[in-house]
């Protein structure tokens, strides 16, 4: 069969019998991938795409890692599954090797599938840990789409599962950006978020909240970076109400901000984590939550009511462990500080030349481009929740044209490449999205 007849067939079976996520089914026109290497992807055709968006930030080590690749055979050689009562040496293996990269004061993991039922556990967690019902969680977030991960998100995904599941209540990101206020300092600002935080838990009744639950770093809807002491200040209100801290990291962890985990840049102690993502990057899907030895000890004596049946699936540790020890072997936190500086300095650049350009925010190799239509007031390129010109996605087309992959989110285009992106692809490939930017600034 020629290329041109597998690349069709691959589009029919696509189109004709999958559903594909987040997308009116109409129209759809996915590119069917051949072979994938690093942080490129090539088509039937020979076009060379490079991932600019780690798939869904994701892919950290990039596409054909062997050292993952041989794990996962090596495992399959012993068995493929266990269930999680028996013991599995990839499964105690990876525990340790997690609770070891975490704070002090973390001591065991339960392993999920993936993201959001890794957040629905943590939430579970702590609701029964602290025998409270109420869960704050932020506006601007995403923490999955089922049903008790999507009530947890803030964002717009969460209004197909409306009324969701009772307790769960919205605060305010410390968004400085868009909020546009008057403060001096950052640690002015925090002050402020944080006191109108407080204020919430207060009115909402600190004895009935369970947990605080954030993206460390929020991802998807912008890669807002909390202003200098913020995370300190909701950790402080946390211990003074006996709230768990929950830090979701299930995009911004291992390694992507430049430290393994993101609450490791501002100084602080979650009492929960939730991961993913990275911990395996995909090559097995694969989740957990960490929760601090205190919560560890609780459940010696009190049953833990959390189960999944692939929970701690022995390919998807095997995966992981190799994962972590190639992170290690490769000193990937260096080079995410090396490609994360050119990084900046690409978008810095961008800001300075581009009119719809109203902000850049970063850190390591983990970046957002914020469009606007006035960059005196602010006013976003699209309106939230809403596109109906399909702006955005005109945009995030023209970079595919050019092999620059990703994707945007509200006026946000994101940009999260694979942790092993060097300084010269960087700047290679974000010539193509300065070229796009000409046309966005056509818009405004």
């Given at each position: 069969m020629s290329t041109e007849n597998i690349s069709e067939k691959i589009k029919h079976g696509h189109r004709t019998y999958n559903l594909q996520s987040w997308s009116k089914q109409k129209g759809l026109d996915p590119i069917p991938i051949a072979k994938a290497e690093g942080i490129y992807?090539?088509?039937?055709?020979?076009?060379?795409?490079?991932?600019?968006?780690?798939?869904?930030?994701?892919?950290?080590?990039?596409?054909?890692?062997?050292?993952?690749?041989?794990?996962?055979?090596?495992?399959?050689?012993?068995?493929?599954?266990?269930?999680?009562?028996?013991?599995?040496?990839?499964?105690?293996?990876?525990?340790?090797?997690?609770?070891?990269?975490?704070?002090?004061?973390?001591?065991?993991?339960?392993?999920?599938?993936?993201?959001?039922?890794?957040?629905?556990?943590?939430?579970?967690?702590?609701?029964?840990?602290?025998?409270?019902?109420?869960?704050?969680?932020?506006?601007?977030?995403?923490?999955?789409?089922?049903?008790?991960?999507?009530?947890?998100?803030?964002?717009?995904?969460?209004?197909?599962?409306?009324?969701?599941?009772?307790?769960?209540?919205?605060?305010?990101?410390p968004y400085m950006y868009r909020d546009n206020l008057p403060f001096k300092t950052e640690e002015e600002a925090s002050a402020f978020y944080v006191r109108r935080l407080r204020e919430q838990v207060i009115y909402e009744g600190a004895e009935n909240i369970a947990a605080i639950v954030m993206e460390t770093i929020t991802g998807s809807n912008g890669v807002i970076i909390p202003p200098k002491g913020y995370l300190a200040g909701v950790r402080a209100i946390c211990d003074e109400f006996g709230i768990m801290m929950i830090c979701d990291e299930v995009m911004a962890g291992f390694g992507r901000t430049g430290k393994m985990f993101a609450f490791e840049n501002f100084d602080v102690k979650p009492d929960i984590v939730s991961f993913a993502k990275g911990v395996t990057c995909g090559y097995v899907q694969l989740g957990g939550v960490a929760v601090s030895r205190k919560i560890a000890e609780y459940f010696d004596d009190h049953l833990l009511s959390c189960g999944l049946t692939y929970s701690g699936h022995p390919l998807a540790c095997a995966a992981g462990v190799a994962c972590l020890n190639f992170y290690k072997k490769a000193d990937i936190l260096k080079n995410v500080n090396t490609s994360g500086a050119e990084l900046g300095k690409c978008l810095e650049e961008m800001k300075a030349k581009h009119k719809s350009v109203g902000d850049v925010r970063y850190i390591g190799l983990f970046s957002a481009v914020e469009l606007v239509k006035d960059r005196e007031t602010r006013e976003p390129l699209v309106p939230y929740g809403k596109d109906p010109e399909g702006i955005m996605g005109k945009l995030i087309g023209a970079l595919k044209k050019k092999g620059f992959m990703t994707y945007s989110h509200e006026n946000m285009i994101l940009i999260s490449p694979p942790l092993i992106i060097t300084p010269e692809q960087v700047r290679e490939e974000m010539v193509k999205l300065d070229e796009v930017l000409d046309e966005a600034d056509k818009l405004v």
């Open positions: 992807m090539w088509d039937f055709d020979g076009n060379r795409y490079t991932d600019m968006s780690s798939q869904l930030v994701n892919l950290n080590v990039g596409h054909g890692n062997r050292d993952i690749i041989d794990a996962i055979k090596e495992q399959a050689e012993k068995y493929c599954y266990l269930s999680p009562g028996y013991g599995s040496e990839p499964r105690g293996e990876l525990a340790k090797m997690i609770i070891e990269l975490m704070p002090d004061n973390m001591g065991k993991v339960f392993f999920t599938n993936g993201g959001a039922d890794a957040n629905e556990n943590a939430v579970k967690i702590a609701r029964m840990f602290t025998g409270r019902p109420k869960v704050l969680s932020r506006y601007r977030s995403y923490h999955g789409s089922t049903f008790g991960a999507g009530s947890l998100t803030g964002e717009p995904r969460r209004q197909p599962l409306e009324p969701g599941v009772p307790g769960f209540v919205k605060f305010f990101d």
